[in-house]
């Protein structure tokens, strides 16, 4: 059991390492490629193998946490757009990424404050 808790928490970190490899390999070879590894998801399905590794993990409940992801993807394509919005105003990658982080937070706070962000008891 000790050796499969291991693997579970490594793995979504050998899979993040091999991504961010990739995207390094990639971005003088092929653009889009970096840009589709980038993007990938592959954060989700882990953490939702992780979750289902609990003792207490039930179908209902990994979708529950679906559900979550889904809406926690809306303040990160807010962020992304803010963080392309400031770029293109020429702002530096530094502020950019903070000002898109500001915002990211400004409303995952709204939506925790409103419960939408429950998560499955």
């Given at each position: ?31 889009l ?20 590794s ?67 008891a």
């Amino acid at each position: 059991m000790i050796g499969r808790m291991n693997w579970h928490r490594t793995l979504p970190v050998v899979a993040s390492i091999l991504i961010i490899l990739a995207v390094a390999v990639l971005r003088d070879r092929s653009k889009l490629l970096a840009t589709l590894f980038a993007t990938m998801p592959i954060n989700m399905p882990l953490a939702l193998w992780v979750l289902a590794s609990s003792s207490d993990a039930t179908s209902t409940a990994l979708a529950e946490y679906a559900r979550l992801f889904f809406i926690s993807l809306i303040p990160g394509l807010i962020w992304l757009g803010v963080v392309y919005v400031a770029l293109r105003a020429g702002w530096t990658l530094p502020a950019a990424l903070l000002a898109g982080y500001a915002v990211w937070g400004a409303i995952i706070g709204v939506l925790y404050a409103l419960g939408v962000l429950a998560t499955p008891a």
